[in-house]
């Protein structure tokens, strides 16, 4: 990308830099820990040399008449020890306009994203070459690390897969549903309680196999159960819906480095006689094996194509968008969701890489209304289960870790 | 590692109780472990007693002038000036100095300032339009100048800083309409600036085409 290049949004990026603000901060952190205390200087080195591999990246915004956009960047990216909370948002001008934040802490390096930018698989193949660069730098021999860097340049990793592979598609409208809230005490604006529980994958994969489940099932349906347990009353006229992203690289085959990402929404219905574990399980099992297919996905995501592709909506200047994007959202947005789960599955990396890596953590921000978000990653027989909780009570996150803890897992648990 | 006996986990760090259910804690906790966050300090907001202090001291005086001003009534309305010099200092201090936005924004916005405060000391003097006639040309070409040093300087803004120059230059030929339209009574202020204007417009265009195309491109695609 060079000075002159500039690019739009894709589809599921446009409506971040409108909604976000104070209580919405559309910002995720993906962070990982290595063995030993972090070096500053040789850190911002590293994230310096890998930016230009990462064009998505090395991006500032800018607002035109009718759309933002993106374009080069020439500043250097800065990094900082960690001050504040994860997922706070992060002010693009004191941060040299770059809608990312590298910042570190003893052994931990963070990386807090801007979800216009990327999304998590994005994230993670930029942390994992900044990570990569950096030992190099540390002096560590490190085996096949250049050759990642060198893909990461090749490939076409600018693509609109959104447009690439949905232009043509029919549109299926998914229906409006109120869904249930998690309600509590509001922490102060910003200050983000992060509790993580480590599980072992091997045990837990074991325990999904003998339920006949993918982990992302089981976890869904342990959370669907805890919200449904710690609700109070057990009453509620609106359906607990978890909203679960999915990465479309899966199913359509795309290098991008941009967003690539659909929800789908798992629904129970709060029933006045008591469901057990195994039922929702069921449940949540069957709806995502029904949704989760490529034809079902690419509907859903046509419909916001064709939206966007409206010659009305076009032409709309772009502070009304701005401000029809918030009351769309705030309508059929946030109210329609309960909780996000979102499973970046296995990280893999090189294993010279991978040995002086202990593990990775994934976190979501929350939104004004949804108060909390459940983040799952895992490596190396480290599997995190990161809730981030913009309110006091930690009920749902009790019950859910002790829930697993019943089924004879054991859980390591850290806060922040 | 420290073991919570309710929730049956076990709980990484220094900390005394359980993340979930805030029961103590059993077990000594690992040795050498680094911290995973930095510790949350609720700073109370800082009590910023200088400016506090300054505003104060600024609304008093505008006060006090208007006061005077009044209670001595002379005919002239002199105290509106006082308040607006003291409005410039705060916006040129917020703006020039302490602001991080694009420093051609800036310029532009203390370019209006200061035409905004002339033209009303114009007005309380006793309307003559020399701020549009002579003083406005004069300082949009000065801003001009300045925006194409900047432009020269800060060139990983140079995006942005075109895109004000731009917005100067154009400025640049309202002092020749205003004179046009008979609102000034002086021309060739007005017409050196918008000579000026037109020499940096078509600097701009000659030197920097594509990539004058490509900033209306960006800004203005559908």
Redesign the interface.
């Known amino acids: 990308m060079n000075e002159y290049d500039w690019y739009g949004l894709d589809n599921t990026a446009k409506i971040y830099p409108a909604i976000s603000g104070p209580h919405t901060t559309s910002v995720y952190r993906i962070d990982i820990r290595l063995n030993e205390k972090i070096k500053p200087d040789l850190l911002e080195e590293a994230v310096n040399n890998v930016l230009p591999f990462f064009p998505a990246f090395k991006v500032r915004l800018k607002q035109g008449l009718f759309w933002y956009y993106f374009e080069h960047n020439f500043e250097k990216a800065s990094v900082d020890e960690e001050k504040g909370c994860p997922t706070n948002r992060i002010d693009a001008d004191t941060n040299n306009d770059y809608l990312f934040k590298f910042s570190y802490f003893n052994n931990k390096i963070n990386l807090d994203v801007f979800h216009a930018l990327s999304d998590g698989t994005g994230a993670v193949n930029f942390l994992k070459a900044v990570v990569g660069c950096y030992l190099n730098l540390c002096g560590k021999e490190l085996n096949g690390f250049s050759e990642n860097v060198e893909i990461a340049q090749n490939y076409p990793a600018m693509q609109d897969s959104f447009a690439h592979y949905f232009s043509s598609v029919s549109a299926e409208k998914t229906k409006k549903i109120i869904a249930y809230h998690i309600n509590g005490a509001n922490r102060p604006l910003g200050s983000v309680k992060v509790i993580h529980g480590i599980l072992e994958t091997d045990s837990l994969k074991a325990l999904t196999k003998s339920k006949n489940v993918t982990i992302t099932a089981y976890l869904a349906a342990v959370l669907a159960f805890s919200i449904l347990e710690t609700m109070p009353g057990r009453k509620s006229a609106h359906p607990i819906r978890l909203s679960i992203p999915v990465n479309l690289r899966r199913f359509f085959e795309s290098k991008t480095q941009r967003n690539f990402f659909a929800f789908i929404y798992i629904d129970i219905e709060v029933k006045q006689s008591e469901y057990v574990f195994d039922e929702i399980l069921q449940l949540v099992s069957e709806q995502l094996i029904t949704r989760n297919r490529p034809e079902y996905l690419a509907a859903k995501t046509s419909y916001y194509l064709q939206a966007e592709k409206n010659i009305f909506t076009r032409l709309t200047p772009l502070m009304i968008k701005n401000f029809a994007l918030r009351m769309i959202y705030k309508q059929i947005g946030e109210k329609t969701y309960t909780c996000t789960l979102s499973n970046l599955g296995e990280i893999k990396v090189t294993p010279s890489v991978g040995a002086h890596i202990e593990r990775f953590d994934a976190m979501l921000g929350n939104s004004k209304i949804n108060h909390l978000n459940c983040a799952v990653c895992s490596f190396n027989n480290k599997l995190v289960v990161s809730f981030t909780a913009s309110v006091y009570e930690t009920d749902v996150e009790k019950y859910f870790f002790r829930f697993l803890s019943g089924q004879g897992l054991k859980i390591i648990l850290e806060q922040n | 590692?420290k073991y919570?006996n309710e929730?049956?986990?076990?709980?990484?760090?220094n900390?005394q109780c359980?993340?979930?259910?805030f029961s103590k804690l059993s077990g000594t906790a690992e040795e050498n472990i680094?911290?995973?966050?930095?510790e949350?300090k609720?700073l109370p907001r800082k009590y910023n007693f200088i400016l506090r202090l300054l505003l104060f001291l600024s609304v008093a005086a505008g006060l006090i002038c208007l006061f005077v001003n009044l209670l001595f009534w002379s005919g002239l309305l002199w105290s509106l000036i006082a308040v607006t010099v003291i409005l410039l200092l705060w916006e040129t201090v917020g703006l020039m100095i302490l602001s991080?936005?694009n420093i051609g924004w800036r310029l532009f916005a203390q370019m209006i300032a200061v035409l905004l405060v002339s033209i009303t000391v114009d007005a309380v003097t006793g309307w003559k339009a020399w701020s549009l006639g002579y003083f406005a040309p004069f300082v949009i070409i000065a801003s001009s100048c300045a925006m194409t040093i900047i432009f020269y300087i800060k060139?990983?803004?140079w995006?942005e800083n075109m895109l004000f120059q731009l917005i100067i230059s154009v400025n640049g030929f309202i002092p020749v309409v205003l004179y046009l339209c008979g609102l000034t009574k002086v021309l060739w202020p007005g017409a050196v600036g918008a000579l000026y204007s037109l020499l940096s417009l078509l600097w701009m265009l000659i030197f920097f085409d594509?990539?004058f195309k490509?900033e209306l491109k960006?800004?203005?695609?559908?």
Do not use: D
Request: charged share 30%; proline share 6%.
């Open positions: 590692m919570c929730c049956k986990t076990y709980v990484l760090g900390g359980c993340p979930l259910c680094a911290e995973a966050y930095p949350k609720e991080k936005k060139r990983t803004q995006r594509k990539q490509n960006k800004r203005f695609h559908v």
